[in-house]
């Protein structure tokens, strides 16, 4: 496993191209309990607490990540070009080998990262009771741990704090996408018996749920520290426009919400079930529309807005605008064929 590193270097994280993944979440939980089981139980239970020896607990928990044995062929460079741009920018590398082992390794990583970020820093959100930032490693092994506590918002220095929470924050976000992914592929299943829908479609809820609380954690500091942050996703360090529309494990999703309605598959689910994907979506976009107007995007353009507006010599759409009418489009492969 090479997708680990120490807590004092860069936060680089190895994820599976989101075409590889796999049509379920139970191998990504197979796997994610042999991997723990492997390193200790006890060691991941004390790389997630509070206590005083919890971050020596993190670093022997990562280093024992990066000395496992590991198949995967890295990639580096592989198309779309500005999905690329995104990835190094984020500090995502991805590879190709057993994409449930990859994606479990990547869960893992992450929560460390993530609970040494807070640890660190502290938050400005408010309390999460039902751990749903941290909480996915439990809801697929079936092993629940205590919600994490975090203090407030104190870091030493706020500026380098809040990117770093930004670059956590996304990571933590594209690995909740790819398991996002991966639980609506298990929504098309033409001869899914009634228990079995309803148990796919509550967990799908639970990760878009998930998925939204991670995002906001991204954006998890205090606004008027994101100029600065901001200014880090322009040119030279990246392309003119920087956008989430490179999001590769995003664009994958999407995809796949576009499949399950042309394929008949949304059509298939009952229509109590396709209300409740319907609204567990929308929970993930509210949360996108949160961060942006967080961030002054009621008024403000996203880079992208304002690049391709300066292009066009046109005012540019403000950035909750953007993120509103981008919503609604997505959403309408959630709707069943012959509605709007």
Request: aromatic share 6%.
């Given at each position: 496993m090479t997708n680990a590193v120490g807590l004092d270097g860069p936060a680089m994280l190895?994820?599976?191209?989101?075409?590889?993944?796999?049509?379920?979440?139970?191998?990504?939980?197979?796997?994610?309990?042999?991997?723990?089981?492997e390193l200790g139980t006890s060691g991941y239970t004390a790389a997630m607490g509070s206590d005083a020896d919890a971050g020596a607990a993190r670093a022997e928990l990562l280093a024992r990540l990066a000395a496992l044995p590991d198949e995967t062929i890295p990639l580096s460079g592989e198309p779309p070009v500005g999905s690329c741009v995104h990835d190094a920018f984020f500090e995502v590398r991805r590879g190709l080998g057993d994409s449930a082992a990859l994606l479990a390794g990547a869960v893992l990583v992450?929560?460390?990262?993530?609970?040494?970020?807070?640890?660190?820093?502290?938050?400005?959100?408010?309390e999460d009771p039902d751990d749903l930032l941290l909480g996915v490693t439990g809801f697929l092994?079936?092993?629940?741990?205590?919600?994490?506590?975090?203090?407030?918002?104190?870091?030493?220095?706020?500026?380098?704090?809040?990117?770093?929470?930004?670059?956590?924050?996304?990571?933590?976000?594209?690995?909740?996408?790819?398991?996002?992914?991966?639980?609506?592929?298990?929504?098309?299943?033409?001869?899914?018996?009634?228990?079995?829908?309803?148990?796919?479609?509550?967990?799908?809820?639970?990760l878009c749920r998930s998925t939204a609380v991670s995002m906001r954690y991204a954006a998890d500091f205090p606004p008027e520290l994101y100029a600065e942050v901001r200014e880090t996703m322009t040119p030279p360090a990246v392309n003119a426009g920087f956008s989430g529309l490179q999001t590769r494990d995003h664009q994958e999703l999407v995809n796949w919400m576009r499949r399950l309605k042309h394929g008949?598959?949304?059509?298939?689910?009952?229509?109590?079930?396709?209300?409740?994907?319907?609204?567990?979506?929308?929970?993930?976009?509210?949360?996108?529309?949160?961060?942006?107007?967080?961030?002054?995007?009621?008024?403000?353009?996203?880079?992208?807005?304002?690049?391709?507006?300066?292009?066009?010599?046109?005012?540019?759409?403000?950035?909750?605008?953007?993120?509103?009418?981008?919503?609604?489009?997505?959403?309408r492969y959630l709707t069943p064929t012959g509605t709007a």
């Open positions: 190895l994820m599976p191209l989101p075409g590889e993944l796999p049509g379920s979440p139970a191998p990504v939980g197979a796997r994610l309990t042999g991997l723990i089981e992450s929560d460390v990262l993530v609970r040494e970020d807070l640890a660190a820093s502290g938050s400005t959100l408010e092994t079936g092993t629940l741990l205590p919600a994490v506590k975090a203090g407030p918002w104190l870091p030493d220095r706020p500026v380098e704090a809040a990117n770093r929470r930004w670059l956590v924050g996304h990571q933590r976000f594209f690995v909740m996408l790819q398991l996002l992914t991966v639980a609506l592929r298990r929504l098309d299943r033409p001869d899914a018996t009634a228990p079995q829908e309803e148990a796919a479609v509550r967990s799908f809820g639970w008949g598959g949304l059509d298939r689910l009952d229509p109590a079930s396709r209300t409740a994907v319907h609204a567990a979506v929308q929970h993930l976009y509210d949360a996108h529309v949160w961060v942006c107007d967080r961030f002054g995007g009621s008024a403000e353009p996203s880079l992208l807005m304002a690049q391709a507006a300066q292009a066009a010599g046109e005012r540019a759409e403000s950035g909750v605008a953007a993120a509103e009418r981008l919503a609604r489009r997505r959403l």
